[in-house]
């Protein structure tokens, strides 16, 4: 399933069930998951009262995976979510976790393009087919979170410009974990 501009709709029937409205067929949490992860947006709707349900039932897919011992989220930052529900942080958890995941896809995206940049070892047999084992780790590894990536052939970034960007991102993620952990006293 290609990612469009427009989001899946996906009509959720009073017996619970989720209808697909592009495929005209129902699916299931897992199936919701796996459009995510192919970089398609969801949106969920209650059939007959129109209210949008998406939040909830992302909610639900994340619980879910947490349950079963898929855990991304650390106690810690779970405890912290909870306390931004009974602070006056909460105005400034949403923009903080949005601007923390557009840094992780964007340094993502920067070291898949960074993975073809012009080395010595561009040159060694057999060098593209490592490459092309280390996007399919990078992208299995991060879930399809980045979207697609862009051929390695078409890569123009240095891997010092790559270190650079990295310790960028790490340096800015700090700070704003440093002011979140201010904004939480």
Do not use: C, W
Request: glycine letters at 6%; zero cysteines; charged letters at 25%.
């Amino acid at each position: 399933m290609a990612a469009t501009d427009t989001p899946l709709l996906i009509k959720r029937y009073a017996s619970r069930r989720l209808y697909n409205t592009e495929t005209s067929d129902y699916v299931t949490l897992e199936d919701i998951a796996g459009f995510i992860r192919e970089g398609r947006e969801v949106q969920i709707v209650d059939l007959k009262s129109g209210d949008d349900l998406t939040r909830q039932y992302l909610l639900q897919i994340i619980a879910e995976h947490e349950s079963r011992g898929e855990s991304v989220l650390p106690v810690s930052v779970l405890n912290d979510l909870v306390r931004s529900y009974t602070t006056q942080a909460t105005s400034v958890v949403p923009q903080f976790l949005k601007m923390s995941f557009d840094m992780l896809r964007d340094g993502q995206s920067k070291a898949m393009e960074s993975i073809g940049d012009i080395n010595p070892m561009a040159k060694m047999p057999g060098f593209d087919a490592m490459q092309a084992q280390q996007q399919a780790f990078i992208k299995a590894m991060t879930g399809g979170m980045m979207g697609a990536a862009a051929p390695a052939a078409e890569a123009n970034n240095s891997e010092a410009k790559e270190t650079d960007d990295l310790t960028d991102i790490k340096t800015q993620l700090a700070a704003l974990q440093e002011q979140l952990s201010k904004l939480g006293k």
